[in-house]
């Protein structure tokens, strides 16, 4: 294993914010990962868990315990089953399964980050998530002592959202593994609304695996979602807020809301969540941007993307704080403007909103 001291942890974000880890520890096998866990545990070391650091916002002082950069390496194909080591580069995962023909998850392309991280938020875009997919997570349990390997049905996945979300300090992820579709070179039943029209399909269609794969990213680089370090847009965590879900009182409180604002005509966007009718998804970017915060808001060093009001980011010369005051005050503006109160979808390190 390699071990820093002082160790920049900037670097490793995709927002290129936050200060040094006391210690940083890079492992490359699932080995040195859990012997590092174990170590932590055992001297009563706090500990941070790095994979493509594209879910995290980690405060200016830094972090004073160990930092274990998980740098794994695996991709194992048995027919249509997938295995992928925790470290492994996300979206050079999706690209080789649409590479080898097979279906399931090519709508995640473009996504920043680990293959470790996808089961703990329940990652999802263009109308699939992982939770489709998964069969097993092999991760190392902290509290029992040994690894574990976990049913999809014991992950609890939910709208980004699982087990390992729920006990954060409980599971590290070692692997991840899937089940795959060969549907010969097409993609799995396109979902998503806007990726049907850009594609020229009805929803429940099937396309060519690579087709699917590049409209989405386009639509994501459109958007700056796609990590270019020439571009700022891409400073960024991805969507900042998950995407509202409301009970029918509050939606119902929340339409009232809109309609004062913007007038009777006006309907936010909303889907059913859940099977019972009585829970409904909203947009967070869109009620950003109706609450007055459009794209490239802000003066100072951080600011809301160009492309995409869903995405804070970094100008550049932005501290963590920079971050944190703007997404503060998006946040007091969508509750005073619509009584939403919207929740942030990275990790925070010794911070809070």
Not at 29 to 46: F, I, Q, Y
Not at 221 to 241: E, I, N, Q, R, Y
Not at 270 to 295: C, N, Q, V
């Amino acid at each position: 294993m390699q071990e820093l001291h002082d160790a920049p942890l900037a670097p490793l974000t995709t927002f290129r914010l936050g200060g040094p880890a006391r210690r940083l520890v890079t492992a490359t096998t699932d080995d040195e990962v859990v012997a590092a866990v174990r170590e932590a545990d055992e001297t009563g070391t706090p500990l941070l868990i790095i994979g493509g650091g594209s879910n995290l916002v980690i405060g200016d002082k830094g972090f004073d315990g160990t930092a274990l950069r998980i740098a794994t390496e695996g991709f194992a194909l048995d027919g249509t089953r997938l295995e992928l080591a925790a470290g492994e580069v996300w979206t050079d995962a999706v690209a080789r399964s649409v590479e080898a023909g097979l279906a399931g998850i090519e709508c995640l392309a473009g996504i920043p980050g680990s293959a470790g991280a996808t089961p703990i938020q329940n990652v999802g875009a263009y109308g699939q998530e992982v939770s489709a997919t998964i069969t097993e997570v092999v991760a190392y349990d902290r509290r029992a002592g040994e690894t574990v390997t976990l049913t999809n049905a014991e992950c609890a996945f939910s709208y980004r959202h699982s087990r390992f979300k729920e006990h954060p300090d409980r599971y590290v992820v070692l692997r991840v593994r899937f089940a795959l579709e060969d549907a010969g070179g097409l993609s799995a039943p396109v979902k998503y609304p806007e990726t049907a029209r850009v594609l020229g399909v009805e929803a429940g269609d099937r396309v060519a695996l690579t087709t699917a794969r590049e409209t989405v990213l386009k639509l994501r680089a459109g958007k700056g979602m796609v990590l270019d370090p020439a571009d700022h847009d891409t400073w960024s965590a991805g969507s900042f807020f998950t995407n509202p879900i409301l009970a029918r009182e509050q939606y119902e409180d929340f339409l009232g809301r809109v309609h004062d604002r913007l007038g009777p005509e006006v309907a936010p966007p909303a889907f059913p969540a859940g099977e019972d009718g009585e829970r409904i998804k909203t947009s967070a970017a869109w009620l950003i941007d109706k609450a007055g915060f459009t794209k490239g808001y802000g003066s100072g060093p951080a600011r809301i993307s160009t492309k995409h009001t869903l995405a804070l980011t970094n100008r550049g010369e932005a501290t963590t704080e920079d971050l944190l005051a703007l997404a503060r005050e998006v946040v007091a503006g969508v509750r005073d403007a619509f009584g939403v109160t919207l929740v942030n979808e990275p990790v925070t390190v010794g911070v809070e909103l």
